[in-house]
């Protein structure tokens, strides 16, 4: 079965948004959650297929629930 939209690309804008729509750089959020720039901007331009822990730390590092990073309803 395929999707009829690309849950990488409605992950990554909406969190790309959320950062910048609180002053944070890509490189300061990376430094905060441990991970790498580059991987932070491939999830951002969903290039990168992003893990659930990997979810679970960004959404610690923006001290929010995980469930708010997933939820596609208003995505690309």
Do not use: H, W
Not at 6 to 21: I, S, V, W
Not at 46 to 63: E, K
């Amino acid at each position: 079965m395929e999707l009829d939209y690309d849950p990488r690309k409605r992950f990554g804008a909406p969190l790309a948004a959320l950062r910048r729509k609180r002053g944070i750089s890509q490189e300061r959020l990376a430094l905060e959650s441990g991970l790498a720039r580059s991987y932070l901007s491939g999830v951002e331009r969903g290039l990168r297929n992003i893990a659930l822990v990997n979810i679970c730390i960004l959404a610690q590092a923006l001290d929010m629930q995980p469930s708010e990073l997933l939820d596609f309803r208003t995505g690309a």
